[in-house]
Structures are given as C-alpha cells and as structure tokens.
C-alpha cells in the first residue's frame, strides 16, 4: 500500500510568488489533513477535509491560504501571496473514517522556504 | 485552549530505559497519541491512549492517566535508531486533527 505523498519536497520562492503544494492520501482515507511546522515549534493543525468537503479550515492563517480537494482525492494547498513567516513544513496527513480509526499517516511533508 | 507539555530534550544511553512525559489541557478529549520523527522524515505513529493504563508495543509503551490529564511514552532497549523527535498529540473524537505538544528530541548515545 503506497503511503500519502507529498510534493514537491522542497520550494525555495521569493516574497509575494505564489506556491501550491500537493498531497495525495493513503487510497480510500477520507479524512485529509494538513498541517504546519514552523522551526522550532509544535505541528500545528490548519485544514481537514472530509471527502472533498471542508469540515475544518479554524487553522488556515489568513486568506492568503486555499486548500482544496476536488473529487475527494488528492489536495493542493496554495499560498498566494507568499510571506516570510509562511516559512517551515508542511505536512499532510490521512485517515479512515470508519472503525474507529485514531491514527494519521503522515507525508513525508514539503519544506517551504519564502525568502 | 488546548496546550501539552513535554521536555524539550532527553538524553539517554543505548540499551536504558527512558520515559518521556506528556501533561495536557484541552477542551474535549478522545485519546492521547504518540508520533515519532526522524530528522527530515515524516511523523510516524506509534502508540494511542484513549482508557487508562498501559499499552505496550514491543520496545515501546504509553500510560495514560486521565485523572490527572498526564500520559507517557516508554522507550526500552534504547538503539541509535530511536534518536528522534517524539510528540504527543490528542483529538476531541476519532477522525478530529490532532493538537500536537512541542515535541521531545531524544538523543540515544553509545
């Protein structure tokens, strides 16, 4: 079973550009989650999809943030324009809905850097 | 709000035991997690919590207390392998993201 991938793995972008990164889940987790690693800090959370429904977004800093997931597969994350403390990792995790599930399968995560 | 608490850094000789604690407040509780990662890779899970007690997988165990809004992860046989970081986390119910604490770095030394 191929793990949730991440892309890219790293993107080095100047100040105002435009970014969008890229998650594709486990096949068939529902759930999908994105969250953020500034350096030094805790993971915190910013968007949980359900299906390709939003059932979450209280983390997403600012509306320079759009996440979306159409048809419920894969997800992008666009930051647009970029700003210097959008800098750190960015994972993207998923999950089943039913059973009972607790655990997340994290991506290996996209290191963002906006100088 | 919700915080957890846990050492920023643990130190610890190949083959020991080490106890790395967590203390929490959140609104709402389901279970409390443990992820390890390694430099540059991915959170990988490796243990959960939702009744008191002890949960043992292999090298590794978790305890949680709620009661006392406290849990732990026991690392045992210590291996240079286990040198990573390790966070707690929780969720209000199963499928919730999940808060996470800042992370312990655990350094395993010969």
């Known amino acids: 079973e191929a793990g949730v991938t991440q892309f890219p793995s790293h993107s080095v972008i100047e100040k105002g550009q435009t970014v969008t990164l890229r998650c594709d889940p486990i096949?068939?987790?529902?759930?999908l989650y994105w969250y953020r690693r500034v350096m030094g800090k805790e993971i915190k959370f910013l968007l949980h999809?359900?299906?390709?429904?939003?059932?979450?977004e209280s983390g997403m800093p600012n509306n320079r943030f759009l996440a979306e997931r159409t048809g419920g597969t894969y997800s992008t994350l666009k930051v647009q324009p970029a700003e210097l403390e959008d800098s750190g990792v960015y994972f993207c995790a998923s999950s089943q809905v039913a059973g009972g599930s607790y655990e997340q399968y994290f991506g290996p995560g996209t290191r963002l850097t906006v100088t | 709000g919700q915080s957890l608490e846990q050492p920023s850094e643990v130190t610890a000789v190949e083959g020991a035991i080490v106890q790395i604690n967590c203390t929490y407040q959140t609104s709402g509780f389901y279970g409390l997690s443990w992820y390890q990662q390694h430099d540059g890779g991915a959170p990988t899970f490796l243990s959960y919590n939702a009744l008191d007690g002890l949960e043992e997988t292999g090298r590794f165990s978790s305890f949680l207390s709620r009661s006392d809004s406290y849990g732990y992860l026991l690392l045992q046989e210590l291996q240079m392998k286990d040198s990573a970081s390790y966070f707690c986390a929780v969720g209000r119910s199963g499928n919730t993201p999940l808060v996470f604490g800042k992370g312990t770095r655990l350094s395993v030394i010969a």
């Open positions: 999809f359900v299906k390709e429904s939003k059932q979450d």
């Open positions: 096949s068939g987790h529902d759930n």
